[in-house]
């Protein structure tokens, strides 16, 4: 089973950006599916993001225009740019990994607040 290392979250004023990574080490990395999901208190896991293994990328209707998913093989990482952060943005972002299985990260809290 995969180990996820997720990193860079944190608190952020509306407006302001971040950079999440995802470290999922393995010889296949390439050959993932991988996405991005959110969870706020009391509210069902919502989908951020995706990136296929070709590179095919999909979002989810709130973050359209405002997130970037990417993928960098040679480091077996993914990425998720956050620009244009909103109060609804607030939640725990968890990486997502499908080997053959699928195998969720711990989770980097980001936190959007003036």
């Known amino acids: 089973q995969v180990e996820i290392v997720e990193s860079g979250g944190g608190l952020v004023q509306p407006g302001g950006s971040l950079r999440l990574s995802c470290l999922a080490p393995?010889?296949?990395?390439?050959?993932?599916?991988l996405g991005w999901y959110r969870q706020a208190p009391g509210k069902e896991r919502e989908l951020v993001a995706t990136?296929?293994?070709?590179?095919?990328?999909t979002y989810g209707d709130s973050v359209k225009g405002r997130f970037t998913i990417s993928r960098d093989n040679a480091k077996n990482t993914m990425y998720l740019q956050m620009d244009s952060l909103r109060f609804e943005d607030t939640g725990l972002y968890l990486c997502?990994?499908?080997?053959?299985?699928?195998?969720w990260g711990q989770g980097t809290q980001v936190t959007v607040s003036s």
């Open positions: 990136i296929s293994n070709s590179g095919r990328t």
């Open positions: 393995g010889r296949l990395f390439s050959t993932w599916f």
């Open positions: 997502y990994v499908r080997t053959g299985i699928g195998t």
